[in-house]
């Protein structure tokens, strides 16, 4: 026995060394707060942070708040930052070694490392300065730390300086999560469209005629359903699908809308803005608010930054409030190549033309480097999906309009006019910027450049050797698509088609929305015949399971009395009757109602799914949801439309109900478990959590369960959704609300690691404004 205690006491000894040791580290990782360092800014600049570390800069002029901004960002968010720039340039294996191979060598074809130094050169030079600033407030920050961020330490690696061009790099990072399909759409729809009839095709792939709330009140009429008989092959297969999920709402989800002035009680319009996003620790955004003096002026701006670059992306200045959501429409199209038979040329408008081969050298750490051949052609690089014919990809993001610092002029405009006028000149993913200003006016743009084209269809690959064919530019600023002050006094956009007709010829669709959400945040607005900042909080927290209703009543069809009593569906269907209205925590039904819908979709577009991927494609890459088919299908419910395996429509959707009931029997024990709150749990993890043994847990966001889902304003899945909440009227900032998922920091020790997320989590309204100063650090000038 006397053995065991010693034993018991060794362990507990070095287990307290253990986390001595660990603490140690990240003690001497942490920033400081407060005090005063000595740095290569030119005029001595204030870091003021509130209890919850919201930073307020104040410095002389916009390039000492720039290196102020990359000092804060890279003692608090380095590792994200290097995260951000690696995916970018396909660097990923220098740092977490062979495991992030497949990645790099997928992320290299984008050339970004190469196009981020052109981008660089052609920066007017003030832009440059003010870049060149923030670069260096960036590693003077790193090296303050007594220790580099404690992820290096896990990784048994030394973080590298920040360059001017990782700053592109985090914005060509924005692209591939924003624009990420890279011809996948283009190859499912072209798949799709050579293998069934034209009238399939463009009934299977079509906007929905229910739920549609364009800006610009345009309506798209409804395919109706083929007179032929629906195509064998998509009611047969050889094979059985391996990923059977179809094109649903699932990674898709933010919101921007605004009132006018007129709506309001203090004249000025309001914006809100919930752009959603991957969650993880810590989070996408940083809030900060920079002070500057701009000759006489002293200029205040206040919102979100994204650490890696030196701009406020959404906020206010106090003339007018902006903010985002994904444009979803077209911005790479597949050209569908003819290769010599010895594979080298591909055919142009100018004849024959070799391919050009870039050679390139992946650094893997702990392993051998990995040498790449790039095959390239004018249009962009060549790809293929599985046995695939050869493809180019043309894509904005390769072009030199496509990244820029433009967006930096939005912190000193002074009207919404002035938003809109500058919205062609910005050079990001392309968004849908909504502005408000102090006047009482709101408008719509894209914000970003649109490319002019020719070509037969923009949803599947086309052959680019007919000069006739292409790219030809990009269209000029004065017809770009733009709204200003509509007659409805109200603006609202959720990833899903907001113009039609000619406009809408100009950018096409990159896979909208269903379009139900936008329906819903319309709905809403339009209830409101005045408005104030929580009532627009209230719409971005909306979970109403509007679009499901008409699922509830066809669930509550199937589920006859003899069907009920045969299957002992009793609970199941009361469930169904009475909490199934909203993607709430406790609801039941709606569980029920969700998984129902789903599986229909699964079943009956099994074979077109076990198609497309024997092809090297998915359905759930195609453009449009299957929803809008799926629903015509079902009223007409013709036999020649049902999967071969299925001999009635009665037989596939009661083998929907029992095939979804029994998933979530056997994934949650019991359906009296199956509420949607267990099912959709937190996932709002470190990227390094589940590399740390026993300790990793501790990085995460508990897993908490979570109100909301697709298809509605407050879109949340498990690791997915609002990146940030905010509303925001200019000039009335006191009023306004801004709130996060984790907090300010990156470090697991700092008072900010965890500092929003309870407010998040709760739906409380934290102001927009910073709050009372508890910390502050001055950096001064050397010498």
């Known amino acids: ?166 700053s592109f790099l985090v914005i060509y990072s924005m692209y591939l999560d924003l624009q990420g399909k890279l011809g996948r759409d283009d190859y499912a729809m072209t798949i799709l469209k050579q293998t069934v009839p034209d009238e399939w095709y463009r009934f299977l792939q079509q906007h929905s005629d229910i739920w549609q709330a364009a800006i610009d009140n345009s309506q798209i009429e409804a395919v109706p359903l083929p007179t032929s008989t629906y195509p064998k092959l998509l009611t047969n297969s050889q094979t059985a699908c391996n990923l059977c999920t179809v094109k649903d709402a699932t990674d898709i989800g933010s919101n921007n809308f605004a009132v006018a002035g007129s709506l309001t009680s203090h004249g000025s319009a309001i914006l809100a803005d919930d752009m959603h996003l991957s969650i993880r620790v810590p ?42 959501t994904n444009s979803t429409a077209d911005w790479h199209d597949l050209v569908a190549l003819q290769l ?172 909208y ?84 819908r789903l599986k229909l979709l699964e079943l009956q577009f099994a074979p077109l799914s076990a198609y497309l991927e024997q092809h090297g494609a998915r359905s759930q890459d195609l453009k449009y949801s299957l929803e809008t088919p799926l629903w015509a299908m079902l009223q007409q419910r013709r036999t020649d439309t049902l999967p071969a395996s299925f001999s009635s429509w009665d037989e596939l959707l009661l083998t929907a109900v029992l095939q979804s009931k029994q998933q979530l029997l056997q994934d949650n024990g019991s359906i009296n478990q199956s509420n949607w709150g267990y099912i959709n749990q937190a996932r709002i993890n470190h990227p390094l959590s589940g590399a740390i043994p026993l300790l990793g847990g501790w990085l995460n966001m508990p897993a908490t369960e979570l109100n909301g889902d697709s298809h509605m304003p407050r879109v949340q899945r498990p690791g997915f959704g609002q990146s940030q909440r905010m509303v925001v009227a200019p000039g009335q900032e006191h009023k306004g609300i801004l709130t996060i998922p984790a907090g300010q920091s990156g470090h697991p020790l700092s008072p900010f690691y965890r500092g929003d997320h309870q407010y998040w989590l709760n739906e409380v309204a934290l102001p927009f404004l910073p709050g009372e100063k508890k910390y502050q650090l001055l950096l001064t000038p050397q010498g």
């Open 1 to 166: 026995m006397n053995w065991w205690k010693w034993i018991l006491t060794i362990l507990t000894l070095l287990l307290a060394l253990a986390a001595a040791a660990i603490y140690t580290v990240l003690h001497l990782s942490l920033p400081n707060y407060d005090g005063t360092q000595s740095s290569s800014i030119s005029n001595t600049a204030r870091l003021e942070r509130d209890a919850l570390g919201y930073l307020s800069i104040h410095a002389a002029n916009r390039s000492d708040a720039a290196f102020a901004l990359g000092f804060a960002h890279a003692q608090e968010r380095f590792f994200q930052m290097d995260l951000l720039r690696r995916n970018a340039a396909g660097e990923l294996a220098e740092l977490f070694g062979k495991r992030a191979l497949k990645a790099d060598l997928a992320l290299r074809q984008h050339r970004f490392r190469s196009r981020a130094t052109q981008a660089l050169a052609a920066l007017p030079v003030e832009d440059k300065q003010l870049l060149s600033n923030y670069s260096r407030g960036v590693n003077e920050g790193l090296a303050a730390l007594s220790m580099p961020p404690f992820e290096y330490t896990v990784l048994q690696q030394t973080p590298t300086p920040w360059q001017e061009t990782d």
């Open 283 to 324: 989070g996408t955004w940083y809030k900060a608010q920079l002070n500057w003096r701009d000759g006489t002026q002293l200029r205040t701006v206040t919102g979100l930054t994204l650490p890696g670059t030196p701009a406020i992306v959404v906020g206010s200045n106090g003339n007018i409030a902006w903010g985002f």
């Open 340 to 511: 010599s038979d010895d594979g080298k040329r591909y055919l142009t408008p100018d004849g024959w033309q070799a391919l050009e081969y870039v050679y390139d050298t992946i650094k893997v750490a702990n392993g051998p480097d990995q040498p790449l051949q790039l095959a390239q052609t004018q249009w962009g690089p060549l790809v293929r999906f599985g046995d695939s014919p050869a493809y180019a990809l043309r894509w904005v993001a390769y072009d030199i309009e496509a990244v820029n610092f433009n967006l930096l002029q939005l912190e000193t405009s002074a009207t919404a006019q002035d938003a809109l006028q500058l919205a062609p000149q910005v050079g990001i993913p392309t968004q849908n910027l909504l502005v408000a200003d102090n006047k009482g006016n709101i408008g719509w743009s894209l914000m970003g450049r649109i490319p002019k084209r020719n070509l037969p269809d923009l949803d599947t690959a086309q052959d680019w050797s007919n000069a006739d064919f292409g790219w030809f530019g990009y269209i000029a600023a004065e017809a770009q698509p733009q709204l200003l002050n509509p007659a409805s006094h109200r603006l609202w956009t959720a990833n899903s088609r907001m113009i039609g007709a000619a406009d809408y010829q100009l950018i096409g669709n990159g896979g």
């Open 513 to 596: 929305d269903l379009g139900a959400r936008g329906w819903q945040i319309q709905q809403g607005l339009n209830q409101l015949h005045s408005a104030d900042e929580q009532a627009l909080h209230k719409i971005q927290l909306d979970n109403r399971a509007l679009m499901l209703e008409r699922w509830q009543q066809l669930l509550l069809e199937v589920l006859d009395n003899d069907t009920v009593q045969q299957h002992q569906l009793q609970s199941y269907r009361q469930h169904v009757l009475t909490s199934s209205q909203s993607a709430s925590v406790d609801a039941v039904g709606y569980s029920l109602v969700r998984a129902f």
